[in-house]
């Protein structure tokens, strides 16, 4: 198996356990990778050609990964200085520290150098790694702040120092402009709000062959759905097929002041491959879209959800522009589901007031919320959402037994088995109608036999995918969601 190392990450125990694998299948140590390491950050800080350079360094074993990236750095005859946040704590940091020094390179105290940042032409961060946790204090706090202010093009190691690699979540951190992520990606390398502050990133290749690179595939924690990912999981349309073949999804959706939405459900769906679309709403939403769609088979609601649930339908779509004032109906619904259930709108909001619900649906479950719509799932608001992303649509997914599509830059797709953040997309899917889209998608794969998780994943891959399209070709500002899957 080739493992594409750009298609996953590793939590940080992950990340100490496959080290260790590695220096004891492969008789190698610490050190040896720890210099595997400085190299790679010298080779592609010096590719950058900077008339200075100050690597600022913690205690621990990125600051080693910093000396020995001022060692060889010196060495090619850049302009190097380090500034340390205190003396190394580990044997190989001090030991790198040393063999720095020993060929006449600078080492300042933080009281001494601190001025040196802002008049360097690049600042390597190498404060703290992938094992920092809490807030950075005291002189690491002080660095950080100073590297922030300075207008150096700063390039972090593994992830900007302060944040925290497995949750992607920080108080305060180094905004770089670039990160060397080292060996493996970080959780806090692909989704926000700690890739916010990474810049580019390039993935070091420090020397892990390729069992070690299957092992840590093996324990991986994010999957990033690519084009490599979306291309594996995408299913296949058999030549001797029909209709029938590929699900029927039966959309529950639209309401009199909002049709719109039941039209782009339908379209979402429709561009995915689905067999047959059947679309139970009232007579002004049938209206308005058999006037735009042909292709749906068009059901009037008659209120009673018994009859009105499709005897043929392999998935459903519950929500886009339903209203609240449907609830009870939605509700009974809900309980009758025997199919995956896709949750959008006011489907969440439904379940938002009355969360019981959720764990009595004995159908599978994929729910689509924006961030105000998770907060209202959890009693917070957007921004405390926006704070913690990962953690957020993780716990919920694991709570509820169901897939949560947290949507926004770098959608996260959790269930409780598997998480997968999204690479596609960007502000130009920040339309209402967008969503709606997004939901008929989703139904579209899971009536076509996918699991939920890859069903979402691949529906919000497209998605994003479609957008930079339609983006590139009339900018962010004019896509419309109406034309979003238009080829």
């Known amino acids: 198996m080739k493992v594409h190392a750009n298609s996953f990450t590793v939590s940080s125990n992950t990340m100490r356990d496959i080290g260790q694998l590695y220096f004891d299948t492969y008789n190698t140590t610490a050190r040896s990778l720890m210099d595997s390491a400085g190299l790679e950050v010298a080779r592609i800080v010096g590719e950058l050609n900077p008339r200075s350079i100050c690597v600022v360094c913690g205690k ?6 910093g000396y020995t990236a001022a060692f060889y750095l010196l060495q090619d005859g850049f302009d190097v200085c380090v500034i340390e946040a205190g003396e190394p704590k580990t044997e190989d940091a001090a030991f790198y520290k040393n063999r720095y020094q020993h060929i006449n390179g600078v080492v300042y105290s933080s009281s001494e150098g601190i001025n040196k940042i802002k008049s360097s032409d690049c600042i390597i961060d190498a404060i703290f790694g992938f094992g920092f946790r809490g807030e950075p204090k005291g002189t690491e706090l002080e660095l950080i702040q100073k590297i ?4 150096c093009y700063t390039v972090s190691i593994d992830i900007p120092s302060g944040c925290h690699a497995d949750n992607a979540e920080f108080t305060t951190a180094v905004k770089a402009d670039l990160t060397v992520a080292l060996g493996f990606l970080k959780n806090a390398n692909v989704s926000y709000p700690a890739y916010g502050l990474c810049g580019k990133i390039v993935l070091a290749n420090i020397g ?7 092992e840590a595939y093996k324990r991986r924690s994010i999957n990033l759905i690519n084009s490599i990912t979306a291309g594996k999981v995408k ?4 030549e001797n ?16 002041n909002m049709p719109g939405a039941a039209r782009l459900a339908a379209y979402g769906a429709l561009k995915c491959g689905v067999g047959l679309v059947n679309l139970v709403a009232d007579e002004k939403t049938l209206d308005y879209t058999e006037q735009a769609m042909a292709e749906p088979v068009y059901m009037v609601m008659s209120g009673n959800p018994e009859m009105d649930k499709p005897v043929n339908a392999t998935a459903y779509v519950i929500g886009c522009g339903y209203g609240r004032d449907r609830d009870d109906y939605l509700k009974k619904l809900l309980y009758l589901a025997d199919k995956p259930v896709c949750l959008d709108a006011d489907g969440i909001n439904l379940i938002a007031d009355n969360i019981y619900i959720l764990n009595k649906i004995s159908a599978e479950k994929v729910l689509t919320p924006h961030p105000a719509e998770m907060g209202r799932l959890i009693s917070k608001d957007a921004k405390f959402v926006q704070a913690h992303r990962l953690k957020v649509a993780t716990e919920f ?10 949507k926004g830059a770098r959608t996260v797709i959790a269930s409780p088995d598997t998480v ?10 920040a339309k209402g109608g967008s969503g709606d889209v997004l939901a008929g998608m989703v139904g579209a794969f899971l009536a076509r036999g996918m699991t939920p998780v890859k069903a979402a994943a691949l529906a919000v891959w497209m998605h994003g995918t479609a957008g930079d399209k339609k983006a590139a070709e009339s900018g962010e500002d004019s896509l419309l969601p109406s034309r979003l899957l238009d080829t």
Not at 241 to 256: D, I, N
Request: aromatic share 8%; hydrophobic share 30%; with cysteine.
């Open 397 to 406: 997914a694991n709570i509820h037994n169901c897939v949560v599509v947290l």
């Open 241 to 256: 097929s029909h209709k029938g073949s590929f699900g029927t999804l039966a959309l529950f959706c639209g309401s009199a």
């Open 60 to 65: 621990g074993n990125n600051g080693g990964d």
């Open 235 to 238: 299913p296949e349309r058999e």
């Open 420 to 429: 997968y953040v999204n690479t596609s997309g960007s502000s130009a899917l």
């Open 148 to 151: 922030n202010t300075s207008d």
């Open 208 to 214: 892990f062959p390729e069992s070690i690179k299957e």
